[in-house]
């Protein structure tokens, strides 16, 4: 059975930090592409940042010198840091987890969320 867990999501001020978590269990995380994604109320989910097997890391425009996407294989988690956080980041943050060699064969996450308020 394939779980994505993700927690950290939370509270937090304009210019503060969360830093995400995203544990998966049932897939040989080391060759899957890992991502985070967001939804906010009313829009269409989007990509925040992605991170290869390889390490190979691209990122929103809108969260590029902000947010920084990491791996640890060796505990099958992604992490997603993310600093100086504005009130347009508040959003149920998702994470996938995508085989890249098969189309069709990605998981997800139940969301955690992330609000940016004073």
């Known amino acids: 059975q394939v779980q994505l867990v993700e927690s950290g999501g939370g509270l937090v001020q304009p210019g503060g930090s969360l830093r995400l978590s995203c544990r998966a269990s049932?897939?040989?995380?080391?060759?899957?592409?890992m991502g985070w994604y967001r939804q906010a109320p009313g829009k269409q989910r989007e990509l925040v940042a992605g991170?290869?097997?390889?390490?190979?890391?691209n990122y929103a425009d809108s969260v590029k010198g902000r947010f920084t996407i990491s791996r640890d294989n060796a505990k099958n988690t992604v992490s997603l840091q993310m600093n100086s956080l504005k009130p347009e980041d508040t959003a149920v943050y998702y994470c996938?987890?995508?085989?890249?060699?098969?189309?069709?064969?990605?998981?997800w996450g139940q969301g955690t969320q992330v609000t940016v308020s004073s």
């Open positions: 996938k987890g995508e085989y890249p060699y098969a189309a069709g064969r990605r998981y």
């Open positions: 991170i290869t097997s390889g390490g190979i890391t």
């Open positions: 049932g897939i040989n995380f080391n060759v899957f592409t």
